[in-house]
């Protein structure tokens, strides 16, 4: 089966940090890209940021620009998400999924393998 396994996720209180794993199961990240998104409770799933394959440029959301850093490690075949200085309204599920394209190419329907996600709670 091909999908993404996240990781990482948990409560945390607001101004503290997690970092979220996304490790490809089924297929080598080779190519296109790989996108973080977030659904909030109640809201539609949002993007968050995204790395190209080729030179690993990273793209980032207004809203998270600063505390959100995103990274590859493809010996191991995953993308992670350090998070900073995180806020309440940074509660959400976090997905991440795989385009052919690159970044800048993609929108949010083009991007497959979803994963089951994970939790992420900001809150005192």
């Known amino acids: 089966q091909v999908q993404f396994v996240e990781s990482g996720g948990g409560l945390v209180q607001p101004g503290g940090s997690l970092r979220l794993s996304c490790t490809a199961s089924?297929?080598?990240?080779?190519?296109?890209?790989v996108g973080w998104f977030r659904q909030p409770p109640g809201k539609e799933r949002e993007g968050v940021s995204c790395i190209d394959a080729d030179d690993a440029t990273p793209h980032y959301v207004n809203f998270v620009k600063g505390r959100f850093t995103i990274s590859r490690d493809n010996t191991k075949n995953t993308v992670y998400l350090q998070m900073n200085s995180l806020k309440p309204e940074d509660t959400a599920v976090y997905y991440c999924?795989?385009?052919?394209?690159?970044?800048?190419?993609?929108?949010?329907?083009?991007?497959?393998?979803w994963g089951q996600g994970t939790q992420v709670t900001v809150s005192s």
């Open positions: 089924g297929f080598t990240l080779d190519g296109g890209a």
């Open positions: 999924g795989h385009s052919h394209r690159g970044c800048t190419e993609s929108t949010q329907d083009v991007f497959r393998s």
